[in-house]
């Protein structure tokens, strides 16, 4: 097989040491050397200095988990070309032997130019994806704590969410701060809401009339204030967020113009990709929609926005609307030309013309 590169390296990377291999190809003969760091700070820069010294010009790595960020950090600093291979692609490799380490069959694929690089972003995306992932975190640790305080309704026959949309609306907010405080007059609960609620004045009565507790009381202020706790947490992620947008603003807007984009997601597809898309993107797009599944509507439409996503970034174009009947016009034009091949191969010559409209 082929050799690419001829003085190449492979890391296996653990949480407290990185197992190092060289591979040299020199007339014909291979030479190796492996050594053993630990991941500190020192030791990797001791890492970087030893890659150096041995002439390797092509290193990969796992990604497992986040212990390989710090390596790559440091050693980008070097004049390597660094490549993140996927732990289940480089497993599945044919040829491996039981007996050979994991930085010794790195290095054999590097040589042979058989790993397929995962996308890394550089730093200003792996931040702003870093923050945008905690806001989903966030955001999923809020949802649980509204679902405590619906429960605690439940528990005190209070059906506040049958009556109110957002019960940390406006109108829910109100009246829980009251549940809180003591009061328990269905007359007094429902006057607190807004004078728009849907609901009339009977039927708000009927779902706040319960039997809540001191015990309930407390639960309720207990998961509010956690609430309001990571409220707070998400408006200083948005605020970071917006000091750091500059560099990613113009993609934002461009992939804002798709229907059902909002900026929030627009964001989000942006640190998750990345900008420019003429690096490991288009791999990386691959396994994003064979991943999510073609058979399924939800990620044929996931796989559609990200195709429209990829060209507007590449080309600067806004999203172009297509109209609700393109697939019928199109099925339309295919079905025409079957029918015309038909005829044409039964001997027939064919020519079509639209009705006038």
């Known amino acids: 097989m082929e050799v690419l590169h001829?003085?190449?390296?492979?890391?296996?990377?653990?949480?407290?040491?990185?197992?190092?291999?060289?591979?040299?190809?020199?007339?014909?003969k291979i030479t190796t050397a492996v050594k053993t760091f630990m991941t500190t700070t020192r030791e990797l820069m001791t890492l970087s200095e030893?890659?150096?010294?041995?002439?390797?010009?092509?290193?990969?790595?796992?990604?497992?988990?986040?212990?390989?960020?710090?390596?790559?950090h440091i050693l980008s600093d070097g004049e390597f070309e660094l490549v993140l291979a996927n732990a289940a692609h480089v497993k599945n490799?044919?040829?491996?032997?039981?007996?050979?380490?994991?930085?010794?069959?790195?290095?054999?694929?590097?040589?042979?130019?058989?790993?397929?690089?995962?996308?890394?972003?550089?730093?200003?995306?792996?931040?702003?994806?870093?923050?945008?992932?905690?806001?989903?975190?966030?955001?999923?640790?809020?949802?649980?704590?509204?679902?405590?305080?619906?429960?605690?309704?439940?528990?005190?026959?209070?059906?506040?969410?049958?009556v109110v949309t957002d019960i940390l609306?406006?109108?829910?907010?109100?009246?829980?701060?009251?549940?809180?405080?003591?009061?328990?007059?269905?007359e007094a609960l429902a006057a607190l809401a807004h004078r728009r609620i849907h609901a009339t004045s009977a039927e708000l009565e009927?779902?706040?009339?319960?039997?809540?507790?001191?015990?309930?009381?407390?639960?309720?202020?207990?998961?509010?204030?956690?609430?309001?706790?990571?409220?707070?947490?998400?408006?200083?992620?948005?605020k970071e967020v917006d000091s750091h947008v500059e560099p990613f603003r113009a993609a934002i807007e461009l992939l804002s113009t798709i229907p059902g984009i909002s900026t929030l997601s627009a964001e989000v597809i942006v640190s998750e990709i990345g900008i420019d898309m003429s690096s490991y993107l288009q791999a990386q797009y691959l396994r994003l929609r064979s991943r999510r599944g073609a058979k399924k509507a939800i990620g044929a439409v996931a796989a559609s926005i990200l195709t429209a996503a990829y060209h507007m970034l590449k080309n600067g174009t806004f999203y172009q609307e297509l109209g609700a009947s393109y697939f019928d016009e199109r099925s339309k034009g295919k079905q025409a030309l079957r029918?015309?091949?038909?005829?044409?191969?039964?001997?027939?010559?064919?020519?079509?013309?639209?009705?006038?409209?």
């Open 169 to 186: 609306g406006l109108s829910g907010r109100r009246i829980l701060e009251a549940l809180i405080d003591g009061q328990s007059l269905p």
């Open 93 to 162: 490799v044919p040829g491996r032997k039981t007996d050979v380490n994991d930085a010794t069959w790195l290095s054999d694929l590097m040589a042979h130019g058989l790993i397929r690089a995962s996308f890394v972003p550089d730093e200003p995306t792996q931040q702003m994806r870093d923050l945008l992932r905690a806001r989903k975190q966030f955001a999923r640790e809020r949802s649980s704590h509204i679902q405590r305080i619906q429960k605690t309704l439940e528990d005190g026959n209070i059906k506040l969410d049958s």
């Open 6 to 28: 001829a003085h190449c390296a492979g890391l296996d990377v653990h949480k407290e040491m990185v197992v190092a291999c060289v591979r040299h190809m020199v007339g014909g």
């Open 339 to 357: 029918l015309v091949n038909r005829l044409q191969n039964l001997g027939y010559d064919v020519q079509i013309n639209p009705l006038a409209a």
């Open 206 to 238: 009927a779902a706040l009339r319960g039997r809540i507790t001191n015990h309930h009381r407390f639960l309720l202020r207990l998961y509010l204030d956690q609430v309001d706790a990571v409220d707070a947490a998400i408006h200083r992620i948005d």
């Open 50 to 72: 030893w890659l150096s010294a041995e002439g390797a010009t092509h290193i990969a790595m796992e990604a497992t988990g986040v212990y390989w960020k710090p390596v790559w």
